[in-house]
C-alpha cells in the first residue's frame, strides 16, 4: 500500500487515459434561476389523467428514496391540476426517467426545480477535474489536474512498485487518499463532495481470456463477504450488472455493489475487470514500458466513498 501526490500533469490525463475529455457529469442549467444540476440526478415523468388519458403537464424531481421521489411528484402534479381546471382527477402512476434520457421536444415542457417553469438547458457535459498550475509560470506547459481517483497514481508507479517489491503475479497495490473533483451540487451525505478519502486496489492477474473470470468471481464474493462482516444488512444491498452499453469499452465485466441509503440506492463498491486498459495507455502516452515479462491484466477494485 502507499499514496501517490496528489497533482497530475496535463500529459497523464490527455496521452493517458482520456480523463480529460471523459472525466464529467451531465449538466443541465435552469436559464431564469442560473442555478446547475447534474442531469442524472433530476427525474421527470409526464402526467397523464386516467379518464382520458390526455398529458396535462410534467413533474421533476431530484433523485431519492421512492416514497420522498413520489411525495414531491404528487404535490407537484397537484399544482399543475389545479392550473389546467382538472383539480382532483386522479392521474397514471409516475413514469420516472432522468434528465439524460428526456428528448428535446419533453425538455420544452419539464418544469425546472430553481423556476418551476421549463427553463432548463439540454444536457451537456461538465469537466469535474480540477485544474491548477504547477511552477513559476502560468502556462500550457505547467497546467495539471488535482487527482479525481487515486487509481492512476497506482499505475503510474506500476514499475516502481514491482522493481522495489519484487512482487509476482497475482498481486495487488492499494491507496487510500484524497480525491477532489469539482461537484457543482454537492448534496447526498458524502456521495457528492468536493474533497473526500477514497480507497481502490489493482489486483494484477496473468493475461489470457480464460483467467480473468474465477479472480472476478473471488472478488464478488469476498467484497460481499467484508461489507457483511463489519455490520451491512444484506437486504439493503443490491448488484447492479454492467451490461450493453453500459459496460466501458475496454471492460469484460464489471459490478457495482449498492446500498439502499435513507436517500436512495447509491453505489457503495464497484468491482470491474478493465483488461490491461490502463497500463497499456500509460505505456503508449509515455513511451515506457509497463510489463512484467508478461502482459499484464487487472481487476480493478474501486471502494468509492466508504
Not at 94 to 104: A, G, H, P, S, W
Not at 123 to 139: E, H, I, R, Y
Not at 145 to 174: D, V, W
Not at 202 to 210: N, Q
Request: with cysteine; net charge negative.
Amino acid at each position: 500500500m502507499f499514496d501517490t501526490f496528489f497533482s497530475f500533469h496535463l500529459l497523464i490525463f490527455k496521452n493517458g487515459i482520456g480523463h480529460l475529455d471523459g472525466f464529467s457529469d451531465p449538466m443541465v442549467d435552469c436559464k431564469e434561476s442560473k442555478l446547475r444540476y447534474r442531469a442524472d440526478q433530476l427525474y421527470a415523468s409526464p402526467i397523464i389523467t386516467k379518464a382520458t388519458s390526455e398529458l396535462v403537464g410534467w413533474v421533476c424531481v431530484h433523485e431519492g428514496s421512492d416514497d420522498d421521489m413520489i411525495k414531491e411528484a404528487t404535490k407537484q402534479a397537484k399544482e399543475v391540476l389545479k392550473v389546467v381546471n382538472k383539480k382532483g382527477e386522479e392521474i397514471e402512476a409516475f413514469t420516472f426517467k432522468d434528465l439524460t434520457q428526456v428528448t428535446e421536444d419533453e425538455m420544452k415542457l419539464i418544469p425546472s426545480p430553481g423556476s418551476g417553469k421549463p427553463s432548463l438547458t439540454m444536457p451537456k457535459d461538465f469537466n469535474l477535474m480540477f485544474q491548477t498550475n504547477v511552477g513559476a509560470t502560468s502556462d500550457g506547459s505547467s497546467i495539471a489536474y488535482l487527482r479525481p481517483e487515486t487509481a492512476q497514481g497506482i499505475f503510474i508507479n506500476f514499475k516502481n512498485a514491482l522493481g522495489t517489491s519484487r512482487a509476482k503475479i497475482p498481486f495487488g497495490i492499494a491507496q487510500i487518499g484524497k480525491a477532489f473533483r469539482n461537484e457543482i451540487t454537492p448534496r447526498n451525505f458524502i456521495f457528492r463532495s468536493r474533497e473526500f478519502e477514497q480507497m481502490e486496489v489493482e489486483y494484477f492477474i496473468p493475461p489470457g481470456d480464460d483467467v480473468w473470470q474465477p479472480f472476478h468471481e473471488q472478488w464478488l464474493k469476498d467484497s460481499k463477504d467484508f461489507l457483511l462482516s463489519v455490520g451491512l444488512r444484506e437486504d439493503l444491498m443490491g448488484w447492479d450488472v454492467h451490461e450493453g452499453d453500459g459496460l466501458a469499452h475496454y471492460a469484460r465485466a464489471c459490478t457495482d455493489i449498492t446500498f439502499r441509503f435513507p436517500f436512495g440506492v447509491q453505489e457503495l463498491m464497484g468491482i470491474a475487470a478493465r483488461g490491461n486498459f490502463d497500463l497499456t495507455q500509460h505505456s503508449e502516452g509515455s513511451g515506457k514500458g509497463m510489463s512484467a515479462k508478461i502482459n499484464i491484466f487487472l481487476i480493478r477494485f474501486i471502494k468509492n466513498h466508504y
